[in-house]
Nanobody
């Protein structure tokens, strides 16, 4: 199983980026897919998640109202649209997937079974 993240880059504050994560090796249409980020010297933190079925979405308070998460089950992919980016959004962004995640565990990295390699997002002021 592989998760391939892409779409990172350098953008000015206030700009937008769209991250993509393509999964291969198994389908995650019945699982949870999420995004985490890790800045230098900091722990990996939850950004957003999208659940199976109706596709309920959840966001960290720091990105709520600016980021959107979506999935294309047919393509076994998840996307993170990031708008109004701030310098504090600078981090390596990781996509993750899990089959047994519940609401109380969605923000916990170890709850996810599979991880992508990460893509760098740098927001300049």
């Amino acid at each position: 199983v592989q998760l391939q993240a892409s779409g990172g880059g350098l953008v000015q504050a206030g700009g937008s980026l769209r991250l993509s994560c393509a999964a291969s090796g198994r389908t995650f249409s019945n699982g949870v897919m999420g995004w985490f980020r890790q800045a230098p010297g900091k722990e990996r933190e939850f950004v957003a998640a999208i659940f199976r079925g109706g596709g309920s979405t959840y966001f960290a308070d720091a990105v709520k109202g600016r980021f959107a998460i979506s999935r294309d089950s047919a393509k076994n992919s998840v996307f993170l649209q990031m708008n109004s980016l701030k310098p504090e959004d600078t981090a390596v962004y990781y996509c993750a997937a899990g089959m047994s995640i519940i609401l109380s565990s969605m923000k916990v990295p170890r709850a996810y079974d599979y991880w992508g390699q990460g893509t760098q997002v740098t927001v300049s002021s």
